[in-house]
């Protein structure tokens, strides 16, 4: 499941962010109008691939965030500038996916195959997981919507998809799913696979509560 570079962000923290998402996604969908070579094949970077290993066994809370040199209070103060030097702390940058409500389903297309148009094979993937599993996630569904409302609204070609999808597909793809974040109080989130030992290693980066992008090894500017 969830996991996190500081320790206080625990599963109560993630299942209030969900319902908050969930919220926003219904009622405010017509934000989706304002706001990547793979790094699963084994090509990460050195740093990203040290990055890897270190969200593997997150390290103890310290002010500066664990595997990130500078303190908060000198990292950018916008979105973009701080996702920017969060990446390339990590030896990463950001791949740039379409901002149509399918972000999320694009990010993790562009993660597998480098083909963010394949979002709605991703997204009829999640959905199919979600139902297979129906007993086992509906407790997480926000309340005030069934599972069968939440699974039909997570199928609709735009929607947004939130963390209770991306678990989702991290179990159906058996991938351990890397967020890096511009959340000041958790700036890399783990989502891991409930499939075996041997996962694939997806990275995405996330605009807090708006967007979500690919993200390729720093070394791949020429892709």
């Known amino acids: 499941m969830w996991q996190t570079s500081n320790s206080e962000y625990g599963r109560g923290v993630v299942e209030a962010r969900h319902r908050a998402l969930a919220a926003r996604s219904r009622a405010d969908a017509a934000l989706a109008a304002s706001l990547q070579p793979q790094l699963s094949?084994?090509?990460?970077?050195?740093?990203?691939?040290?990055?890897?290993?270190?969200?593997?066994?997150?390290?103890q809370p310290r002010p500066c965030g664990g595997t990130f040199s500078a303190a908060a209070g000198d990292e950018p103060t916008t979105p973009a500038a701080r996702l920017a030097a969060?990446?390339?702390?990590?030896?990463?940058?950001?791949?740039?996916?379409?901002?149509?409500?399918?972000?999320?389903?694009r990010a993790l297309a562009d993660q597998l195959w480098r083909q963010e148009a394949r979002h709605d094979e991703v997204r009829a993937r999640g959905v199919a997981a979600l139902r297979a599993r129906r007993r086992h996630f509906e407790a997480f569904v926000a309340e005030g919507e069934s599972f069968d409302e939440y699974a039909e609204?997570?199928?609709?070609?735009?929607?947004?998809?939130?963390?209770?999808?991306l678990q989702a597909l991290a179990d159906a793809y058996e991938v351990d799913v890397?967020?890096?974040?511009?959340?000041?109080?958790?700036?890399?989130?783990r989502i891991e696979s409930a499939g075996g030992e041997a996962r694939r290693q997806m990275w995405l980066g996330f605009y807090e509560d708006v967007h979500y992008v690919s993200v390729c090894s720093d070394e791949t500017q020429g892709e």
């Open 41 to 59: 094949r084994g090509t990460l970077s050195s740093a990203a691939a040290a990055a890897a290993a270190a969200a593997a066994s997150p390290p």
């Open 153 to 165: 609204r997570m199928s609709r070609p735009s929607e947004w998809g939130d963390n209770l999808m």
């Open 86 to 105: 969060r990446l390339r702390a990590l030896g990463l940058r950001e791949r740039a996916v379409c901002a149509d409500g399918a972000c999320m389903f």
């Open 178 to 189: 890397n967020l890096v974040t511009t959340f000041e109080d958790a700036r890399v989130i």
